[in-house]
């Protein structure tokens, strides 16, 4: 059988009907050499190619296009076809590498950690403080009884860089709670009842009472030993009117007393600014209680100011 020309050849085929006849080949996919036939390329034939969805024909030259797309870019070089994930955007789903502090994977999936003080993650609100909304988060105003946002009067209080302090104006109140042992021992050892203010502030004393707590077991005994607030300890200047302890500090039941602003407490700047305030026991040390049951608190009222 004589091949007539590289484009058509004629001869007996059998096919799987067993049926024979002449065939011709297109020239455009095969090449016939001396009774051969081969694809051109040494490939394969393909008639369809199958996606997720659809299918795809391969042209009359038996080839067929792999396109990118969303997120993926294809290339060829000589006889293979590389298919990349591109990287994924803010608007472009993609290839992406999760940071291990803030996520987990597992087979493919992704997990957001928890949120902690430093590292950013999942978190929950408490609703009593929160409110969520469409990923929104708004601190919820402040109670009386349940933290939140708050305004402050400019009037009452200054804010700065978030700290928030009574204004001048406002008076304050501290309160200490002294032991039976420390009592005895004021003569020795005044106690602080209002910490010290900042350089170039002072404590104005506005007044203070004193609650005896009789514990049930034996009373305080004293001899003309009275108290006295100062500035700074025993050797400062007095503040306070001196506060009577007989028939106070003495007493066998709970007994309150108070304390009022000396007149003209003059003291030297030095003496007053940046000073605490403190109890002294202007006689000697006090005796008795022997149970160690009884305590005396002191509440002062003062105000802050800067001259």
């Known amino acids: 059988m004589a091949n007539k020309n590289p484009l058509a050849y004629t001869g007996r085929v059998s096919g799987s009907t067993k049926v024979q006849g002449d065939v011709q080949f297109d020239g455009t996919q095969f090449t016939v050499v001396n009774g051969i036939v081969k694809l051109k390329g040494g490939g394969l034939a393909v008639d369809t190619l199958a996606g997720d969805s659809g299918t795809a024909t391969p042209d009359a030259a038996g080839k067929a296009t792999i396109s990118g797309g969303s997120g993926i870019t294809t290339s060829a070089t000589s006889n293979t076809v590389t298919i990349t994930g591109d990287d994924a955007t803010t608007t472009t789903k993609g290839v992406a590498s999760f940071p291990a502090a803030q996520f987990s994977t597992s087979s493919g999936a992704v997990t957001i950690l928890d949120a902690t003080d430093s590292v950013k993650g999942a978190a929950s609100f408490d609703a009593t403080q929160?409110?969520?909304?469409?990923?929104?988060?708004?601190i919820n105003d402040a109670t009386d009884s349940v933290k939140g946002a708050a305004s402050f009067s400019a009037t009452d209080f200054t804010v700065t860089s978030g700290a928030v302090s009574l204004a001048e104006s406002i008076p304050s109140v501290a309160s200490v709670t002294m032991t039976s042992a420390e009592v005895k021992a004021l003569a020795t050892t005044p106690i602080q009842l209002v910490a010290a203010p900042a350089a170039g502030s002072a404590i104005i004393f506005e007044g203070a009472s004193l609650k005896l707590t009789y514990g049930g077991t034996n009373v305080f005994t004293e001899s003309g030993d009275n108290l006295g607030i100062k500035y700074t300890d025993a050797s400062g200047v007095q503040v306070s009117d001196t506060i009577e302890a007989t028939?106070?500090?003495?007493?066998?039941?709970?007994?309150?007393?108070?304390?009022?602003?000396?007149?003209?407490?003059?003291?030297?700047?030095?003496?007053?600014?940046?000073?605490?305030?403190?109890?002294?026991?202007l006689g000697s040390n006090f005796a008795g209680n022997a149970g160690d049951d009884n305590t005396l608190t002191v509440s002062v009222l003062y105000r802050i100011v800067t001259i």
Do not use: R
């Open 130 to 138: 929160f409110t969520v909304t469409a990923g929104d988060v708004t």
């Open 247 to 281: 028939g106070f500090i003495d007493q066998a039941a709970s007994t309150y007393t108070s304390a009022v602003p000396v007149k003209d407490a003059i003291v030297a700047a030095t003496g007053a600014e940046a000073q605490a305030l403190v109890l002294d026991n």
